[in-house]
């Protein structure tokens, strides 16, 4: 296997599919927990971030978040992220925060934001610009998405760029958020979802005729129908497409409908050269193991050429909310 060129590594480059809360590296979940009195070892972090599938991912996902519980925690997590962005030669970034998971605790939103965009300024200084996509758990119903919507409209801060829906899309069908997203598209957010990660293409097309998305949050279920592809290369919606995670939760698995799928067979290529546009991504990157420039590297391996990994450095920054 031949290196990624050098150029790609550091040319300056926009991430659109990052989840704060999947960022964490393993000494700052420890350095948290020991803030709450709670012992937690850099190695029991290392071992749950090892998981088998999307289940056990979903519940490390919760057991890291639940040391995320004041506003100064954020603030931790936002610097430790922002530089490992920013050494990456990343210049913009749009991060998923799981507002709905806040909520639930009983947090106030608002609260931890002002102490993440204050923790952030530094970085807009050194030239990394982050905007942030509010996110609802869909497995916690319409009415608790509702109150994402609404806690992002109270903020009125002009770096929400989007409201998103995250969690399990086998839950709760996508067209029974329609007033959600209504409502976030008249506060004037962007429309993002997770969809066609490990359901089935027809929760792409939901997502698209119901809830009008305007990126989809995986969205690798599409190369299952050839016409769902056609759709989103005349509608130009491109797919957040996030390899090292479809290993690590299984979701290639799932859409290939083999077990232990390599990187090579990804459906990337075969969803790029049809004209879908793609921003890659790293989704949790700690926890899968993941950096930016390691995608590029897996897009290299699954075989796009020079040129083309240019043009994916390209496309994220086409279809940023910026
Ligand atoms: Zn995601």
Redesign the pocket.
């Known amino acids: 296997m031949s290196v990624l060129p050098i150029r790609i590594a550091s040319l300056p480059k926009a991430e659109l599919?990052v989840?704060l809360e999947g960022s964490l590296q393993p000494a700052t979940v420890a350095k948290l927990a020991g803030r709450h009195g709670a012992e937690v070892r850099e190695e029991e972090v290392r071992r749950r971030y090892a998981f088998r599938d999307f289940a056990e991912f979903i519940e490390t996902f919760k057991w890291v978040t639940s040391f995320l519980r004041e506003p100064a925690d954020y603030a931790v997590v936002v610097r430790d992220f922002a530089e490992a962005l920013h050494v990456q030669h990343v210049v913009y970034a749009e991060v998923?925060l799981s507002v709905g998971v806040m909520q639930l605790r009983g947090q106030d939103p608002q609260a931890n934001f002002e102490a993440m965009l204050e923790a952030a300024e530094e970085f807009e200084a050194k030239g990394l610009r982050l905007r942030w996509v509010w996110d609802a758990v869909r497995q916690f119903g319409v009415e608790a998405a509702m109150a994402v919507v609404e806690a992002a409209g109270q903020c009125r801060s002009p770096k929400i760029v989007a409201f998103g829906i995250?969690g399990d899309e086998r839950s709760i069908p996508a067209r029974e958020f329609r007033a959600v997203y209504g409502r976030a598209a008249d506060l004037g957010m962007h429309r993002l979802i997770?969809a066609g990660e490990v359901g089935g293409p027809e929760n792409i097309r939901e997502a698209i005729e119901h809830l009008h998305a305007e990126r989809i949050?995986h969205g690798i279920a599409a190369v299952r129908d050839p016409a769902l592809m056609d759709l989103l290369v005349e509608r130009q919606i491109p797919l957040e497409v996030c390899p090292a995670s479809n290993i690590g939760t299984g979701a290639l698995d799932v859409q290939l409908g083999v077990t232990g799928a390599k990187i090579e067979q990804h459906p990337l290529p075969k969803l790029f050269r049809h004209g879908i546009p793609i921003v890659l991504s790293t989704?949790d990157p700690t926890m899968f193991h993941t950096t930016l420039t390691g995608e590029y590297e897996n897009a290299w391996r699954m075989g796009l050429n020079k040129v083309e990994l240019e043009r994916l450095v390209e496309m994220s920054f086409t279809h940023a909310f910026r």
């Open positions: 599919h989840h998923t995250g997770h949050g989704d």
